[in-house]
């Protein structure tokens, strides 16, 4: 069942990867496309005509009571002025333009780590994954395809311990954001007697009845209690009577 769960686990991680690199690469293109846009739309700066005027032919053909302005240079001023307005408008437009977004950073969080099965307790690198627990450290490589062999490819784990990196110089990750609890399946039979006592010790303490450590030492005076010779044969034992460290017998 687990293993089951953890191939789709894996392939539900790999399904959203996949469509979260698909938003950013359609991202991309939007804001190509919307960069291409604004370039287009950037207007040339409008030629400004240049008028020559004959002063002295159109003086000659008015008569003395006509009066004209003189060709100065206020038109062409005004022509002026206005194809700059003209062509600082697009610039303006241009300007007020988005400029292209850079694509979001893929999270990068232990607790992005912690959902992928391939990264638990470890990280996601440009050229690998890794994974660790209590006992083992799992190291995911791409390998080119004339790499067949798992003799070619070679990995000594010299340390047991909880690692935060897998190359030195690398990003470390947050060891204290990962889970270090032990499996229950790296417990040997000591470990889980143990382990039994002192669940049991805590469920009977807080019911107010006697621990495993007393109730070691009730069975031995209870038989002694009874037995030939001992002057409290025959009256009724009670545990109440006794107080036992739980230092007083050992397991």
Do not use: C
């Amino acid at each position: 069942v687990f293993k089951t769960f953890d191939h789709m686990a894996r392939q539900d991680d790999e399904k959203r990867r996949k469509e979260l690199e698909e938003k950013i690469k359609r991202k991309e293109e939007e804001a190509k496309a919307m960069a291409a846009t604004a370039a287009e739309k950037e207007a040339v700066p409008v030629p400004v005509q240049e008028v020559e005027i004959d002063a002295t032919a159109e003086l000659s053909g008015l008569g003395d009571g006509e009066k004209v302005d003189p060709p100065g240079p206020q038109n062409t001023e005004h022509k002026v002025a206005r194809g700059l307005e003209e062509a600082k408008a697009p610039g303006t437009v241009s300007s007020a333009a988005e400029s292209p977004k850079e694509p979001p950073k893929l999270p990068r969080i232990q607790e992005q780590f912690q959902k992928n099965p391939d990264s638990y307790n470890g990280a996601i690198r440009e050229n690998y994954t890794w994974s660790q627990d209590y006992t083992d450290l799992e190291v995911k490589v791409p390998v080119p395809k004339n790499v067949v062999k798992g003799k070619q490819v070679n990995l000594s784990k010299v340390g047991e311990y909880w690692w935060n990196a897998i190359l030195e110089g690398e990003e470390p990750i947050d060891i204290d954001k990962i889970n270090k609890e032990r499996s229950m399946a790296t417990v040997d039979e000591e470990e889980q007697a143990v382990l039994d006592r002192l669940t049991f010790d805590y469920h009977q303490k807080l019911q107010g009845k006697p621990q495993s450590h007393e109730l070691k030492v009730h069975e031995m005076l209870k038989k002694g209690w009874d037995a030939e010779g001992s002057p409290f044969r025959g009256q009724r034992f009670d545990p109440a009577m006794f107080n036992i460290s739980p230092g007083a017998v050992q397991f």
